[in-house]
């Protein structure tokens, strides 16, 4: 047999023994060191941990704040924040919101909060009393015709202020809102840049961002996954006090993806189970399921179709039809995790909770 041949021959066992060893590993959780080991091959595009641990609980609340829409970027960021259960206030350009009405309405449709950002984004305090008057009056009327509501907050272009600037936003209920960090994103600030500043976000503070740039659209999931790593959730900005908080009981919730508590059934004992948000690819996503009230629990998980489940991990789970999965704790806590497959939907499940 000829060397060629031979070598041809290795080179198709190898490729063959990979393509086994690529299946396998997607039928399982992904632990750290196999996802470094497969990027290494080239075979996943992340080094991230595909089962991250996220919290269940809210200990803090952050204010994710983005400037300057809306823009052609708009939509895409909605989707990211929807997917990955995060809220936030946008700072709209009054020229923007009355340019894109849709746009305005689509924020506060996927649950987010809107404030006023001036009409043209001008250095108001080098200007007049009439000049600042006549740029937030026209923002709040662009957004309130636009379906956004009437702003209370207001973010002063570049953070620029004075006491004509305040007179002006109280004459209109206005509640300045500067920053705490500054992401950079609007300085070409990579995404690894953006997560890091998130990361420094502590109870009540608020984070610049904005609608446009590309690398903060990427570092969504990430800001997620470190938020919830720290028992922080994404809160609305009081107009009271200008900090982040809870989301008031009158905010519209997202309706579609986003962490989701189920209360428990009326009959048998009382549990919780909690959903948030893993790691995101393009043909699936990581759910972390949190379970309160009961170490014997069965929590049930209707997918909703065409998603299905790849891979579960920390349970014992049957599955009752294709769309339904029952778990049961396997001595691994009360944590748990799921990786479904998309198939073009990106509809969380829903989950109920009974306590044995």
């Known amino acids: 047999m000829s060397s060629r041949l031979t070598r041809a021959i290795r080179i198709r066992e190898e490729d063959q023994r990979r393509m086994r060893t690529t299946s396998s590993v997607w039928r399982r959780p992904l632990t750290g060191l196999t996802v470094a080991v497969l990027a290494l091959l080239g075979l996943v595009a992340t080094t991230v941990n595909a089962t991250p641990s996220l919290?269940?609980?809210?200990?803090?609340?952050?204010?994710?704040?983005?400037?300057?829409?809306?823009?052609?970027?708009?939509?895409?960021?909605?989707?990211?924040?929807?997917?990955?259960?995060?809220?936030?206030?946008?700072?709209?350009?009054?020229?923007?919101?009355?340019?894109?009405?849709?746009?305005?309405?689509?924020?506060?449709?996927?649950?987010?909060?809107?404030?006023?950002?001036?009409?043209?984004?001008?250095?108001?305090?080098?200007?007049?009393?009439?000049?600042?008057?006549?740029?937030?009056?026209?923002?709040?009327?662009?957004?309130?015709?636009?379906?956004?509501?009437?702003?209370?907050?207001?973010?002063?272009?570049?953070?620029?202020?004075n006491s004509t600037l305040r007179s002006v936003e109280q004459k209109y209920g206005l509640t300045e809102i500067i920053w705490d960090v500054d992401s950079q994103d609007w300085n070409n600030a990579s995404t690894d840049a953006i997560v890091a500043a998130n990361a420094r976000l502590t109870n009540g503070q608020i984070i610049l961002m904005h609608d446009w740039p590309a690398n903060t659209l990427a570092a969504i999931p990430r800001i997620a996954q470190g938020l919830a790593g720290r028992n922080l959730c994404a809160g609305m900005i009081s107009p009271s006090t200008g900090r982040a908080v809870a989301p008031s009981g009158t905010s519209t919730p997202p309706p579609g993806p986003g962490p989701t508590t189920t209360a428990p059934p009326p009959t048998g004992g009382s549990c919780t189970a909690t959903l948030s948000a893993g790691q995101s690819w393009s043909d699936r996503y990581n759910l972390n399921v949190a379970v309160s009230g009961s170490n014997t629990w069965t929590v049930t998980m209707n997918i909703p179709a065409p998603e299905r489940v790849l891979s579960t991990w920390n349970i014992s789970a049957s599955y009752p039809s294709a769309q339904q999965l029952v778990a049961r704790p396997n001595g691994s806590g009360n944590n748990f995790g799921v990786t479904i497959q998309k198939n073009g939907s990106t509809t969380w499940p829903t989950v109920s909770c009974q306590a044995a």
């Open 55 to 161: 919290a269940a609980t809210c200990n803090g609340y952050v204010g994710l704040t983005f400037d300057d829409g809306p823009s052609g970027n708009t939509q895409a960021l909605l989707n990211a924040l929807r997917q990955n259960g995060l809220r936030a206030t946008m700072f709209n350009e009054g020229q923007y919101a009355a340019q894109n009405p849709g746009l305005v309405k689509a924020q506060v449709d996927a649950g987010m909060w809107v404030g006023n950002h001036s009409y043209t984004h001008p250095h108001l305090t080098q200007g007049s009393q009439a000049t600042m008057d006549s740029e937030i009056s026209r923002t709040q009327s662009a957004i309130a015709n636009a379906g956004g509501g009437t702003p209370k907050l207001f973010r002063p272009p570049y953070g620029e202020t």
